[in-house]
Every structure is written in structure tokens, then in C-alpha cells.
Nanobody, 116 residues
Framework: QVQLLESGGGLVQSGGSLRLSCAVF????????MGWYRQAPGKERELVAT???????NYADSVKGRFTISRDNAENTVYLQMNSLRFEDTAVYYC??????????WGPGTQVTVSS
């Protein structure tokens, strides 16, 4: 059974930084696409960043230059380094894994709150 578990969320002042982690269990992590999504109150869930098995990354325009996604295949963990945080980055952040068959798995989410 595939399980994803996020950590690292919290309360930070505008302009600050946070690093989210997502530990993955029960999957062939190294060959799967990993991603971070977020959902703010009253809004739809949106893509933040993805990283392929080969390390290719993709970012939402709103976070380019501020956020960095990375992965450690030895630790089955994906990270999201968030710098220069803004009030509008406040959301629940979800880790996502898509396997080679196209099946997707979600973590329970971690709250990020940026105070203005």
C-alpha cells in the first residue's frame, strides 16, 4: 500500500522560508513522478511543482524563482524549499505521486500559513 506523509508546514512571516518534506512508502519511488499541490480556502487545488524520475522540474508561474522541488531517491523523499513566502502562499500543501501506470496517490496535506 502506497503512503505519502508530508511534514514541515507551519506559521511563517512574509518573506520567510519553509522546507516541506514528503516521505513515501510502498512504491517504486525512484521511477515515479512526484509533485506538490496546494489548496487555499475557497479555491481549487492547484499545481505548485513537479519533478520527474530524471530530475526534470516544472513550476507554477506564481512560485518560479522562489520555490525549489527536489528529490532524494535513496530516502524515498521529495522536498519543497519555499523562499520569499507571501501571504498568498497560505494553503494546505499536498504531496502527490504518479506511477508509471498513471495512478496517483496523495498525502494528507500540511498547512502553511504566511502572516502578512
Amino acid at each position: 500500500q502506497v503512503q505519502l506523509l508530508e511534514s514541515g508546514g507551519g506559521l511563517v512571516q512574509s518573506g520567510g522560508s519553509l522546507r516541506l518534506s514528503c516521505a513515501v512508502f510502498g512504491s517504486r519511488f525512484s521511477i515515479n513522478v512526484m509533485g506538490w499541490y496546494r489548496q487555499a480556502p475557497g479555491k481549487e487545488r492547484e499545481l505548485v511543482a513537479t519533478i520527474s524520475s530524471g530530475g526534470m522540474t516544472n513550476y507554477a508561474d506564481s512560485v518560479k524563482g522562489r520555490f525549489t522541488i527536489s528529490r532524494d531517491n535513496a530516502e524515498n523523499t521529495v522536498y519543497l524549499q519555499m523562499n520569499s513566502l507571501r501571504f498568498e502562499d497560505t494553503a494546505v500543501y499536498y504531496c502527490y505521486e504518479r506511477n508509471v501506470r498513471g495512478y496517483g496517490y496523495w498525502g494528507p496535506g500540511t498547512q502553511v500559513t504566511v502572516s502578512s
